[in-house]
């Protein structure tokens, strides 16, 4: 995630200037194919609300996978259509799909994310920094 946005580790885990905010703040499990459960909602619902609500003056939020595109962007669309419309958001939101190494293939298949999209994240990570 540092690699994508840009950002150092001291920047990146300096809780004055970077809100690092979870869905469920609980770990819900695996699947039966070893893969991360989606958080479950009543977590997403009791919890990520109240803590939004107590950030102040967020300039930029970045999204990280489908469980926070449909919280935050209400969408029902895949990873991939949300991302590549992520102009529609920008430049206060980004989604983005999960830096995970399971997602290789998915980075593979999606160049353009690589090009366009992790370029103006950067820029806008760079100018919200600075400010």
């Known amino acids: 995630m540092r690699v994508w946005l840009g950002m150092d580790e001291d920047t990146f ?14 770990f819900p499990g695996y699947s039966k194919a070893g893969s991360d459960l989606p958080p479950p909602p009543i977590c ?22 489908s469980a926070a595109h449909k919280w935050h962007l209400e969408t029902r669309s895949s990873v991939t259509e949300t991302v590549q419309r992520w102009r529609d958001h920008a430049p206060r939101v980004f989604p ?36």
């Open 13 to 26: 885990y300096d809780q004055d200037r970077v809100a690092i905010v979870p869905m469920a703040f609980c």
């Open 44 to 65: 997403a619902k009791t919890w990520h609300d109240q803590v939004m609500e107590n950030l102040q003056s967020i300039e930029l939020a970045v999204l990280v996978g």
């Open 96 to 131: 983005l799909p999960h830096p995970s190494w399971r997602n290789t293939a998915w980075l593979k298949r999606n160049p353009w994310f690589e090009a366009e999209v992790l370029p103006d994240l950067r820029q806008r990570v760079t100018e919200v920094l600075a400010e």
